[in-house]
């Protein structure tokens, strides 16, 4: 086995070797990343492992609580929020991965079985993974639009328009931002994604057309939780982004 990893490693010497001869800076950082990847895969395998082997649904719904609060620590980094807004981002990313994920488990599977760690560390790991994408792209466009055009939210309040109905025009550009990308990707997820994850499915013994119903449902399930966990995000820290205007 170790020899195997060695044999395997030995392919980054394709990448390292260019980057030696062009950029040694950006190889330093190669290296910090191929390390820090290689420490979470072996922390996120024990802990995937663990849930698993024991199989209870309180810890399932604790490791999915931690996620949350991790990725969401990963959104404010990427947007450059304040961490005033980690418990109402971490709470919208549990929510919006938990929701989908229940009514999907509950359809898609019997309640005795869907409930196992079987499939809800996989099927929240994927929905979270989604949700975090998107979050990170209307985070950052509901902030940039609240920072450089505040002066047409301060023009909306001082003409008589209510809070909500002064930030709704923010809020639709943050929505665009999210569902516009994930419509344009669908094709291509179709292609390229969706495949090694139905690929997946099928080693592991599923049919072939519950496999497809399933990466079906768990799509429609990405696009509605990234949707709930934007809204209930800019709900929750909307005290915090507006609190002079209180």
Not at 40 to 52: G, R, S
């Amino acid at each position: 086995m170790i020899l195997r990893i060695i044999l395997g490693l030995l392919l980054l010497l394709i990448p390292a070797g260019v980057l030696y001869l062009w950029d040694k800076k950006l190889l330093h950082s190669l290296g910090l990343g191929v390390a820090r990847m290689a420490g979470q895969t072996l922390v996120v395998c024990l802990m995937v492992w663990a849930l698993l082997r024991y199989d209870h649904v309180w810890a399932s719904l604790l490791w999915l609580v931690l996620l949350g609060v991790y990725t969401s620590l990963i959104i404010l980094n990427k947007v450059k929020g304040s961490l005033r807004l980690l418990l109402p981002v971490s709470i919208a990313q549990v929510v919006g991965t938990l929701l989908p994920v229940s009514y999907l488990l509950t359809v898609l599977l019997p309640s005795t079985e869907g409930f196992t760690a079987r499939w809800l560390v996989p099927a929240g790991a994927l929905l979270m993974s989604h949700v975090t994408a998107s979050q990170i792209r209307g985070l950052s466009t509901y902030l940039s639009a609240i920072e450089t055009d505040r002066e047409q939210y301060e023009f909306l309040v001082g003409n008589g328009k209510e809070h909500l109905g002064a930030v709704i025009p923010f809020v639709r550009r943050a929505v665009q931002a999210i569902l516009s990308p994930s419509a344009a990707q669908l094709a291509v997820t179709g292609l390229f994604t969706m495949p090694l994850l139905l690929a997946g499915m099928l080693l592991a013994g599923a049919a072939p057309l519950n496999a497809f119903i399933a990466m079906l449902l768990f799509t429609c399930g990405c696009l509605a939780g990234s949707v709930i966990a934007l809204i209930l995000s800019l709900w929750l820290c909307d005290r915090y982004l507006f609190v002079k205007n209180a």
